[in-house]
């Protein structure tokens, strides 16, 4: 297995998301687009980036984003042209980085024409391509599943008198993967982009794929109760994801993660450990989830910062025992912004920018960046409903006044911390008109703190947290105990501070993090005694205050401050 890994260069990289929507616009229509990506690639490649994740550009409704895809194998027009695409293609390979595309076969959109052939009747030879039911004798939808933008996982077709799954929104159809056309056309879409010469897929939700047959009625004895066991990790999912493999993944060497919603540390390290043959690494979200009470998300709560370093370290531990690897990560196109959530984005966002960083690119795993992350980019402020775009924050804002008592202002207060718009506002590359994004008008509001936060402004500035990310990015590449250490926890129970260390038999790594306002003292355990000691060979790699710390048993942090040193 040790040669196996010397061999995945993914492992030393660092996966940059592209959300393209509000990326850079080339052309003045408002919408981010191809061209604009390939018109930024110098500066994503000036920061160190390995690899670009490009969500979707396919032919969509775009009900969700361009995630209900409609033609797995054309482009957008919104987004461009094939030409298009293999030019960014072809500037990416030039520059030695990869691509890394969204593939999104949970679900397609009841606009593809597999789906429109399959609700012509239930003869048609697409009919098995997605999953139908009877109703139940009263004329409900066939179990209790609820979906995950809201409301029942089922969509009523009056024409065939059936019941069709969407997990997610009612126009994205669930696939029956049990069919085994279905999987051969998989097959055949990825292929498709394989041989335009992409470097690896990023899968949706792909642990999903796999339902439970019996399509039992949740009974609730297991929270949330909305359904969601019968179909996590399901009973085939490793066969389907072992057959993409050996279709796929294997022969063109890619490199693959993915999106393992509401998974299991077991299951990540089936799907991620190479001699499965599976996946390269997986995302989890259980780390985003330790501000929802009672696991629900569209409630507030301040964030349980032990639980935080809890599900860190239990996994960096737990993915190490089983020979897995984490995709890492804070900040994504479905989470409000980790600066506003998890630190402070006014008086201390460029220390608090930083410490996340340093944190987060110190455990072991791919680390991916999200577009604005890098400069610090905050929540926007929203105003009113009327600015948001994204469909289930729309869902939501209704269903939590129409079902769950809360007043329009107490909804808007939580769509304004949950909504995944947080993240979608458009990149702000400098202090001009939209930020630079576009001149047109952009298809949702700039945030208004772009003269202050902006690219432009942080790559002139060397202790920009732009310039702190590059220099983050760098040092994986460099100092092998980031990529190969092993992980131990520092902290016990500090109410502020987060410690770990990284420890190969010639180096360790020592990560100290103050994740509070407030001034700090950590002391490192006993086992460090002695690296106080003047002349000892230790070195500080990266820093977010003025002041060079010594390395020493008892450590001084300001508000927010974080150190990463390593001992060799
Ligand atoms: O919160 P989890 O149950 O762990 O799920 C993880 C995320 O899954 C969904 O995201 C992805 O699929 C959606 C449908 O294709 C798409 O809308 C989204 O953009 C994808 O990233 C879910 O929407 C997210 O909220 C969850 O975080």
Same mark, same amino acid.
């Given at each position: ?31 981010? =687009? ?6 930024? !690639?110098?500066?994503?490649? /000036?920061?160190?980036? @390995?690899?670009? &994740?490009?969500? $979707? ?99 009523? =077709? ?6 069709? !799954?969407?997990?997610?929104? /009612?126009?994205?159809? @669930?696939?029956? &993967?049990?069919? $085994? ?388």
């Amino acid at each position: 297995m040790e040669n196996m890994r010397a061999q995945e260069w993914w492992r030393r990289s660092t996966v940059y998301q592209v959300y393209p929507k509000s990326f850079k616009d080339s052309s003045g229509s408002g919408e981010g =687009d191809i061209r604009g990506l390939t018109e930024k !690639l110098d500066y994503l490649q /000036k920061l160190g980036i @390995d690899i670009i &994740w490009l969500q $979707p550009v396919y032919v969509s409704p775009q009900h969700d984003n361009g995630y209900d895809v409609a033609d797995y194998c054309e482009i957008n027009p919104e987004f461009g042209t094939m030409a298009d695409f293999d030019e960014l293609a072809k500037e990416i390979r030039l520059r030695g980085m990869h691509l890394m595309l969204d593939i999104v076969v949970n679900h397609s959109s009841t606009d593809h024409k597999w789906f429109q052939q399959a609700r012509q009747s239930k003869e048609n030879p697409y009919r098995n391509y997605y999953i139908w039911r009877d109703p139940k004798p009263d004329g409900s939808a066939p179990n209790n599943w609820q979906s995950k933008f809201g409301g029942s996982a089922w969509q009523y =077709d009056e024409a065939t008198g059936q019941y069709f !799954l969407t997990l997610f929104d /009612k126009t994205q159809a @669930d696939l029956n &993967w049990e069919n $085994p056309a279905v999987r051969e056309e998989v097959v055949k879409l990825m292929t498709f982009w394989a041989d335009k010469g992409v470097s690896g897929f990023r899968m949706d939700v792909i642990n999903l794929i796999s339902k439970d047959q019996e399509f039992p009625e949740d009974d609730g004895s297991l929270p949330p109760g909305d359904g969601r066991r019968f179909y996590t990790d399901g009973p085939r999912v490793h066969e389907y994801v072992k057959d993409m493999y050996k279709e796929v993944f294997g022969p063109n060497n890619m490199v693959t993660v993915g999106e393992m919603s509401s998974t299991t540390l077991e299951h990540c390290i089936r799907y991620s450990n190479p001699e499965e043959r599976e996946f390269s690494m997986t995302f989890n979200f259980h780390h985003l989830k330790v501000d929802y009470p009672n696991g629900q998300k569209w409630e507030l709560m301040p964030y349980d910062f032990e639980q935080l370093k809890q599900l860190f370290s239990e996994w960096q531990t737990g993915m190490q025992a089983g020979g897995g690897w984490n995709a890492l990560f804070f900040n994504n196109h479905d989470q409000p912004r980790a600066l506003s959530r998890f630190a402070d984005d006014g008086e201390y966002r460029a220390e608090s920018a930083k410490m996340l960083a340093t944190t987060l690119h110190g455990l072991q795993g791919t680390p991916y960046v999200y577009q604005g992350e890098e400069i610090g980019m905050p929540n926007p402020y929203w105003n009113d409903m009327s600015e948001l775009r994204d469909i289930e924050s729309r869902n939501m804002f209704k269903i939590l006044q129409e079902e769950r008592g809360k007043t329009a202002e107490e909804a808007l207060n939580i769509i304004r911390q949950r909504s995944r718009d947080n993240s979608r506002t458009p990149m702000q590359w400098n202090d001009g008109p939209q930020a630079g994004f576009t001149t047109g008008t952009p298809w949702i509001k700039v945030d208004e703190r772009y003269p202050e936060i902006n690219v432009e402004s942080q790559l002139a500035d060397p202790y920009s947290i732009l310039n702190h990310y590059k220099k983050l990015i760098a040092l994986r590449k460099s100092v092998d105990v980031i990529t190969n250490g092993r992980y131990e926890r520092l902290d016990e129970g500090h109410p502020q501070v987060f410690a770990y260390a990284r420890i190969s038999t010639s180096e360790t790594l020592v990560v100290v993090s103050n994740f509070s306002a407030r001034q700090a003292v950590f002391v490192l355990p006993e086992a460090f005694a002695d690296v106080s000691l003047e002349g000892s060979a230790y070195e500080l790699l990266a820093s977010n205050t003025e002041t060079t710390p010594l390395l020493q048993r008892e450590i001084e942090l300001s508000p927010y401050a974080s150190y990463m040193w390593v001992i060799r």
